[in-house]
């Protein structure tokens, strides 16, 4: 029971490349989130995705785009990176069966120069 | 809009002192909070709820709803205790989380 996964671990990209990062978990949650973490702010919400095929926006989600295809997997796509994306990215779920307590994966550091 | 407001940024404190983290918070409905923690290498996790009214490694926090606070507490601080803490908040539908800005504890010997 590996929990919440997250592919790659650290990234560095130039402005106006494009990557997807991956996150997995095998917990069947139904509940799947994408955070991005800076000094001083916290976590801010992304987006974010309540089942199998939807998606929504969460506070900051202007540049990035999201898919869940599959239940166990959601992906976070940055399609023309900015310097301004650099930061620490945390993906979580959580269900109704852990009280909706949210499991959080080990983060992916990127850096957009 | 809700909002979680974590007045400091770092806390410094010798083994044994009592810690408070302090956590406000504005929403207009009954909000559920929640205290997230991420020790060095780990992964941010919950260390507890309010609703629950539990002791957890001995920190306690209980929701002040007259003064829109939940702050963290505990009585004697240990250098474990070192790690950076996040107040939360739930209200939204979909269960997203609005955090705090976070507070670094650092714990001396």
């Known amino acids: 029971n590996a929990g919440v996964t997250q592919t790659p671990k650290f990234r560095v990209l130039k402005t106006g490349q494009s990557m997807t990062l991956l996150c997995a978990q095998d917990m069947n949650h139904e509940y799947m989130y994408w955070y991005r973490q800076d000094p001083g702010m916290g976590l801010r919400l992304i987006h974010y995705?309540?089942?199998?095929?939807?998606?929504a926006k969460g506070e900051v989600p202007d540049g990035y785009n999201v898919s869940r295809l599959k239940k166990q997997n959601f992906l976070l796509g940055l399609e023309s990176a900015a310097p301004s994306q650099t930061s620490v990215y945390f993906c979580a779920s959580t269900g109704l069966a852990v009280a909706y307590e949210q499991y959080f994966g080990p983060g992916t550091r990127l850096t957009v120069t | 809009a809700q909002r979680v407001t974590q007045p400091e940024k770092l806390l410094s404190v010798f083994k044994g002192a009592p810690v408070e983290l302090k956590c406000n918070y504005s929403?207009?409905?009954?909000?559920?909070l929640f205290w997230y923690v991420q020790y060095s290498r780990q992964r941010l996790q919950l260390l507890l709820r309010?609703?629950s009214r539990e002791s957890i490694k001995g920190f306690t926090a209980d929701l002040n709803k007259g003064e829109t606070s939940f702050h963290l507490k505990k009585p004697f601080a240990q250098e474990e205790d070192s790690a950076m803490y996040y107040c939360?908040?739930?209200?939204?539908?979909?269960?997203?989380?609005?955090f705090g800005g976070g507070t670094r504890l650092m714990v001396k010997p």
């Open positions: 929403y207009s409905g009954s909000p559920e």
């Open positions: 939360a908040l739930s209200g939204h539908a979909g269960n997203m989380l609005t």
């Open positions: 309010h609703i």
């Open positions: 995705s309540v089942g199998e095929g939807t998606t």
